[in-house]
């Protein structure tokens, strides 16, 4: 049964509520998301930023309710009133794809790689019922490689995966991931081991899939600052599975506004004539950080006595703007 | 390896390891009766103490043989004997199963030569071969016990090969050279090391096969027969008529002990094995 | 005495035949480039440019096929393998498969004292090893401990200081950061620097990330499928960039995007299908043209120091 959550916020095409997800591993478990919480808006371009560890793959993979025993998830995740963490197995059949549909950094590996790529991809749109025979899916399927810009689908269609170089490889993995026109497109990593001309590619094609309203929104995932500078309308940072600060791109990538410490040392590694280019954070990890303080407090060079004790709340800085931080408040 | 890992190491592979958790069980149960051995034996293995072909009881748990010896007394010091004759076995296995593993891998011109070697051994057939030298040569159970681990290097020295073949490709073996380690210290220390866990596990499968072989060869009437082993613990029960008098016990017991024990040694090594698998 | 270059590398080509397609693929193609004493010279390319290929074969541990790269004016494969080493110097790009995890930090920075220089004075075995694990910004706990305990950035900086440690005049440092994280980032680079202003030695940074170049080379090299592009001093070479593809590069730059300039790259003439026998980014370059398929550009200098291979120059 698909629970409505009543508290639904119907302004918000997805609201995620509290989500602490946590791995099992050999003799512990580890906590990749730490009661995390954030609304994704109609129509918006909504990054996370995060470097491995960070938790933002996990939220990815939480959203397509892909988080399973023994690995363990807590609180809601709301895509337009229906929690995922609640679904059946029949029920997440029906909506991968279809609500929410991701392309993955390997999504270039994932192809079978003895069939034509037109083989998979016809495939694909036959058990998602969105054609209803080979020719129309034939059809349905060159009309997405157009969408994503790769010329003579005709020819595509009829290669092989190894035949493709990467950069359209991943555009095919998109025209696969949006040919269900999904409300939401999860894109992780979709830049990474593409060389520049080819992300800028990518990153242009994902801002015109959005802008024509063949995706309704979009999240990346990068560790790369360049993709979010360049595509983000709102990002959150995150580090150790916590949201340490979140604002618009403008936000956030201002070097005159105020940062977390951890931002700070994300922006000045990649700036030219940074004034703070030297050694940002603490060489040696401070052993005063406990589990329940500030997940930042062993390496931050502002840390206060508090922040190895208690973690901090989300200040305000803006209406936009908010940073996880005790210098804040 | 410094403490830190060895234990965190051992904790990671006990756990959720049934197999080798049984093993262990196993093998520690047969190591403590050899302990025992040290300090007390019910009776003289060799002198009559009870009736003819006495069934277990309270007094001779496992029986009496044809002449009233005490069969506990002999298990127990046949459980040393066996045990010493597979640890000998498994030892000269490994020795020369690394040596010529690693140097197979790390030596070109001696690649070839080596791995042909190990083809031509594994195609002996050990058993035949055993009994010819054995009843040629007379040779006492530990030698015996080393022929059986000379036979037995080619299994280990293929998989060490392999193993150093991808240790080779690592960047810290690139390291090492950079940092003008001479070829034989980095083959013999370096590389040595991250192949003795797998080392010791094929090591442990030559310990079942000496084991068995040796068994083999005590039961029809090869090696030394005065010398208490399983092996020829079943040999002088059969050579006595023991099945058709009834005497199941004097059989039954070591032949179940082999088994137990190879078992015993099959779960620890099986265990490592899927522990070396995953990681 | 003529004074020479560190490191002269002339005219390199490296190349692989694919097993499946017998196809001979270019990893490195026709490369010169000579890097001076105490500098840093950043190699800049993509993954698949060749750049990590061309950095081992400076270093000895690949050969070339063609050309020849020259260790302080004599030839590298004259050397021996001893003397190469105390002169050239390699860190691997991942810190975890490149320390051994059973050996302890201090046997990894002692091995090279005592087999490449021949040091067997314990006392002062130690006296440089503190010296350097204190430069490194580790102190002298860390001496004991096993390379498996350590973090990614704490190796990095142990890979960085043995390769340091005997004072070599080159020392090729393969994405030195890469594996690590932005907060370690920094750090490395610093030590880098530091060690470089001690011994006095040429440095060739290898890096995907033009930040890091920016954050840390006097000269900068861009490397697009096997061949250098584009040359010279960092500042000259950023602040105006030559090639297209050096462009493309600054503008995808996150210095770029944070500043708030626009990015506008003309994607039209990109032409994937088309095969070319001259400059190997005509496909890609907005700017190409009719020569550019058909003859290859070579580098040539059009400002002080600064060189580039394209026919909009030349």
Redesign the interface.
Known sequence: MIEKNNLYNSTYLMQVKDLTISYAQLRNTKRAVNRVTFELKYGEILGIIG??GAGKSTIGLAILGMIKKPNEITGQILVEGEDVTKMTPNELEAYRWTKVSMVFQTAMNSLNPVATVGTSFIRLLLDKRLAKSVTEARQLAVKFLRIVNL??PGVVLTMYPHEM?GG?KQRLALAMAISALPKILIADEPTT?L???N???IL?LIKEIKEQKKVESVILISHD??VH??LDDRVLVMYKGSIVERGTRKDV?S?DAPHHP?TS????????DSTD?????K??PDARKTDNGCPFSD?CPEAMEKCFTNEPQEVPISDTHSIKCFLYG | ??E??TFRGLNNILYKNSFLKAGIIIISFFIGVILVTFVYLPSNPYASVGPDFAPPSYSFPFGTTNIGQNILSQWMVGTGSTLSVGLIAAVVSMVFGVMFGISAAFVKHMDEPLMRSADVILTLPTLPLMIVLAAFLKPTEDLIAIIIGILSWPATARVIRSTSLSIKS???I?????????KRAIMFK?VF??TLPIALTYSIFSIIGAILTIASLNFLGLGNLSYITWGSMIALANDSSAIYLGAWWWIIIPGLSIILLSTGFAFIAYGLETKWRSI | MIKMDPVNIVNVSKFFRDKKSGRIITAVDGVTLSLKVKTITALVG???SGKTTLGRITTG?ERANKGTVYIEGKEIQKYK??NL?QKV??T?Q?PY???????KVRD?LE??L???LGISDKEQLTEIIENLITKI???RTYLDK?N??LSGGERQRI?VG?AFIVKPVYVVADEPTTMI???????IL?IIGDLVKETNAAVMLITHDI?VA??MSDNIAIMYNGEIIEKGPTKAV?DEPLHP?TG??KI????N???GRE?K?D?SK?N??KETKGCKFAK?CQFSFEKCWIEKPSLKEIREDHFVACFLYS
Do not use: C
């Not at chain 1, 280019?277 to 954070?281: D, E, F, L, M, Y």
């Not at chain 3, 994280?181 to 750090?187: E, L, P, T, Y």
């Open positions: 470097e491995s010329p003579l170089s359209m081991a060389d520049t001309i992300q800028l590619v242009e600052l360049a500078a360049f990538f070097l951890y040392n994300l922006i000045n590694s990649s700036v030219l280019r030297n050694v940002i954070t060489e040696i390496l | 390896m410094s830190s890992a690592q960047p810290y690139e390291v090492a050279l950079m940092s003008g380690v001479p370096d090391f991250h | 993509e993954s698949g541990l393998s001893i080493w110097q390699y691997h991942d498969s490149a320390l051994d995890p059973y050996l990894v091995r090279p005592k087999f490449l910004g580790m102190d096993r498996e305990e890979l043995r994280d932005s907060i370690h980032r920094n750090v610093g930040s920016l954050h950023f593809y493309n590069l995808a730059s996150v210095d995007l944070i500043k990015v790259v994607l990109i994937l299908f890609f």
